[in-house]
């Protein structure tokens, strides 16, 4: 295995990537609570993702560069870091971000989840199972045995964290450093709205 290959398989961003063919539609129910994407569907959605947000990861604001550009309304929030971080309920706070997450889908069987440079998967926030992290993934095509993933939280922590519907019409995203999140599309954004408080999301207005 070349090292090309191995760092597509840490889960490195598919630049080189020639065709990003959009996945097939799985229309049956997800019974786990989270499928790691596989390769092609890996480089799809990350392309989907620069061309609907216009992510740029190093985007410095002090240069009046932005890490997202949208074409469309975009809700903006500043985190309450003492609320977030020192907590005692952030299971209960997790609970919310799912609930809102399970209304926003509809009748959809899945949602990603995606870190950026890391594993990304399919997500049913509707399945409750409790899992401890990291979980190891066998994968003999990896440079050994398989790899260690861990699911992104909702909150800014160390990494790009974005949580989208599977056809992109809606979409939550985190800034690890500035301690922003954006919010886009409908009926998300008004959940968002109703529980900003509760979730310690301050407004910053349109973005």
Not at 18 to 26: F, Q, Y
Not at 60 to 85: A, H, M, Q, S, T
Request: proline letters at 6%; hydrophobic letters at 35%; a neutral charge.
């Amino acid at each position: 295995m070349g090292l090309f290959d191995f760092l597509k398989k840490k889960g490195q961003k598919k630049e080189t990537l020639e065709t990003k063919k959009a996945p097939k539609i799985d229309t049956e129910p997800q019974l786990d609570l989270w499928v790691v994407l596989k390769d092609d569907e890996y480089g799809y959605v990350w392309d989907k993702v620069d061309k609907k947000c216009r992510f740029r990861a190093y985007a410095n604001p002090n240069r009046g560069e932005f890490p997202f550009k949208f074409k469309e309304p975009v809700d903006y929030y500043d985190i309450r870091g003492p609320l977030v971080f020192n907590s005692d309920n952030d299971e209960s706070l997790n609970e919310v971000f799912k609930s809102v997450f399970v209304e926003s889908m509809g009748s959809d069987n899945y949602m990603y989840a995606l870190d950026w440079h890391h594993t990304c998967f399919r997500y049913n926030p509707r399945i409750n199972t409790i899992i401890e992290y990291p979980v190891w993934i066998d994968d003999n095509s990896y440079g050994g045995s398989g790899y260690n993933v861990y699911f992104p939280d909702f909150y800014p922590n160390g990494d790009y964290y974005f949580f989208i519907a599977k056809d992109f019409r809606w979409g939550y995203l985190t800034h690890p450093w500035q301690m922003k999140v954006w919010v886009w599309g409908e009926p998300l954004m008004r959940l968002f709205k109703e529980k900003s408080r509760l979730l310690g999301l301050v407004p910053l207005g349109k973005y």
